[in-house]
T-cell receptor, first 115, second 112 residues
C-alpha cells in the first residue's frame, strides 16, 4: 500500500515550457486535491476533484489545468510555466465525496523550479 | 471568509518539557479543524482533527489539541516533548466543503 505517489520528485523548467505532474492513490479514495506550498504561506488549494469525472477550482487555479483520469489518478498541467509557479506541489486524497471532516492524505511532493 | 493564524513562526522547547503550538481561526458556521506535521522533504502527515463533541482531541504520537469556541482557538499540545517532534506544524480549517485553509506553519525545535 503506497498511499499517494507523485512523479516527478524534482523538475526544472524554462519560462513558457509545459509539463504535467502526475498523482496516483491506491486507497480507493473518492476525492483528490492539488496544493502548492510556498515559504511562509502554508498550503494553498489549486484544484480538487470530489469524485471521478468532476473537478473544481480552489483558491489559486490560474495558470493550471487538471484531469481526473480515473478514480486513482489526478494530474496537474502547467501549459506555459512562469517563474511565479516555482513552488512545491502536493497531491492529496480523502475518502469521502463532500469534504468537511474528511482527513486528507498527502503525497511526498514535487519540487518545481521555473527559470 | 475562512482564515487561520499561527502567531508563532517558531517555538523552542527543551526535551521533556510540555509544548504548545498556537492556532486561531475564523470561519462561518461550524468548523472542522486539523493539525498536520511536515518533516523535511516529506508530505504532510495527519495528527488529529476536531469534528464535534469533546473539546479535547487526542491524536497521534502523544499529541492533543484543545478546541475553544469562545476564543476561536485550537492549540496543539504535548505533555513531554521529544527531539524527534522537531518539525513544521500546520493548523487547517474547513467550514464543511472542500476548501481547506492552512496556516503559515510553526516550526518546532526541541533541544536535547
Amino acid at each position: 500500500n503506497a498511499g499517494v505517489t507523485q512523479t516527478p520528485k524534482f523538475q526544472v523548467l524554462k519560462t513558457g515550457q509545459s509539463m504535467t505532474l502526475q498523482c496516483a492513490q491506491d486507497m480507493n479514495h473518492n476525492s483528490m486535491y492539488w496544493y502548492r506550498q510556498d515559504p511562509g504561506m502554508g498550503l494553498r488549494l489549486i484544484y480538487y476533484s470530489a469524485s471521478e469525472g468532476t473537478t473544481d477550482k480552489g483558491e489559486v487555479p490560474n495558470g493550471y489545468n487538471v484531469s481526473r483520469l480515473n478514480k486513482r489518478e489526478f494530474s496537474l498541467r502547467l501549459e506555459s510555466a512562469a517563474p511565479s509557479q516555482t513552488s512545491v506541489y502536493f497531491c492529496a486524497s480523502s475518502l469521502g465525496t463532500s469534504g468537511g471532516s474528511d482527513t486528507q492524505y498527502f503525497g511526498p511532493g514535487t519540487r518545481l523550479t521555473v527559470l | 471568509a475562512q482564515s487561520v493564524a499561527q502567531p508563532e513562526d517558531q517555538v523552542n522547547v527543551a526535551e521533556g518539557n510540555p509544548l504548545t503550538v498556537k492556532c486561531t481561526y475564523s470561519v462561518s458556521g461550524n468548523p472542522y479543524l486539523f493539525w498536520y506535521v511536515q518533516y523535511p522533504n516529506r508530505g504532510l502527515q495527519f495528527l488529529l482533527k476536531y469534528i464535534t463533541g469533546d473539546n479535547l482531541v487526542k491524536g497521534s504520537y502523544g499529541f492533543e489539541a484543545e478546541f475553544n469556541k469562545s476564543q476561536t482557538s485550537f492549540h496543539l499540545k504535548k505533555p513531554s516533548a521529544l527531539v524527534s517532534d522537531s518539525a513544521l506544524y500546520f493548523c487547517a480549517v474547513r467550514d464543511g466543503g472542500f476548501k481547506t485553509i492552512f496556516g503559515a506553519g510553526t516550526r518546532l525545535f526541541v533541544k536535547a
